[in-house]
T-cell receptor
Framework: AQSVSQHNHHVILSEAASLELGCNYS??????LFWYVQYPGQHLQLLLK??????LVKGIKGFEAEFIKSKFSFNLRKPSVQWSDTAEYFC?????????????FGTGTLLAVQP | NAGVTQTPKFQVLKTGQSMTLQCAQD?????MSWYRQDPGMGLRLIHY???????DQGEVPNGYNVSRSTTEDFPLRLLSAAPSQTSVYFC??????????FGSGTRLTVV
């Protein structure tokens, strides 16, 4: 069964600092990978997704993520964070093919950006 | 607007009461699922369905029932609510392109 680990549970940054949130998954087969963001009091929104092709994926609001297959990682990055990026970020993996189609989430990383 | 609609947005139940959380989507998605979100635990899959008439258990199915009689609807039933079921519940659906769409959530408190 697939699983997802997010090692940073709580990150505090100042505005304009660079961001990297770690995500590792455990699954031996082919996967689809996602990053979701949840702003305070809101539901999840898709930041970006990787299905195949270029392992560097660009998403909304200046976020990007790099899929490194050999490391089973899909880290999220942003060169310069803003106060409005304060939110909780979730990495998720979906095993491609098969009968289950389950989307499994990591435990989330709470990002606080100080002005 | 197309999307996933969840009702109610808020609910308070007494221990032992039953209720149904509603989820409907109008995108003709075959796959639908229910998650619960708890602090520090991320989103955990409760039940999911790959099409009308087909459901299966996720990571934390105990205490919850589902059915899928139509493509559009995927209700989640709590037969006898317990305080441990206090959580925020999200419904999600997915189309062929593996893009998941989430509802706005139901905040449930069991006292």
């Amino acid at each position: 069964a697939q699983s997802v680990s997010q090692h940073n549970h709580h990150v505090i940054l100042s505005e304009a600092a660079s961001l990297e949130l770690g995500c590792n998954y455990s699954y031996g087969g082919t996967v689809n990978l996602f990053w979701y963001v949840q702003y305070p009091g809101q539901h999840l929104q898709l930041l970006l997704k990787y299905f195949s092709g270029d392992p560097l994926v660009k998403g909304i609001k200046g976020f990007e993520a790099e899929f490194i297959k050999s490391k089973f990682s899909f880290n999220l990055r942003k060169p310069s964070v803003q106060w409005s990026d304060t939110a909780e970020y979730f990495c998720a993996v979906n095993a491609r093919g098969g009968a289950t189609n389950k989307l499994i989430f990591g435990t989330g990383t709470l990002l606080a950006v100080q002005p | 607007n197309a999307g996933v609609t969840q009702t109610p947005k808020f609910q308070v139940l007494k221990t032992g009461q039953s209720m149904t959380l509603q989820c409907a989507q109008d995108m003709n998605h075959e796959y639908m699922s229910w998650y619960r979100q708890d602090p520090g635990m991320g989103l955990r899959l409760i039940h999911y369905s790959v099409g009308a008439g087909i459901t299966d258990q996720g990571e934390v199915p105990n205490g919850y029932n589902v059915s899928r009689s139509t493509t559009e609807d995927f209700p989640l039933r709590l037969l006898s609510a317990a305080p441990s079921q206090t959580s925020v519940y999200f419904c999600a659906s997915r189309g062929l392109t593996y893009g998941y769409t989430f509802g706005s959530g139901t905040r449930l408190t069991v006292v």
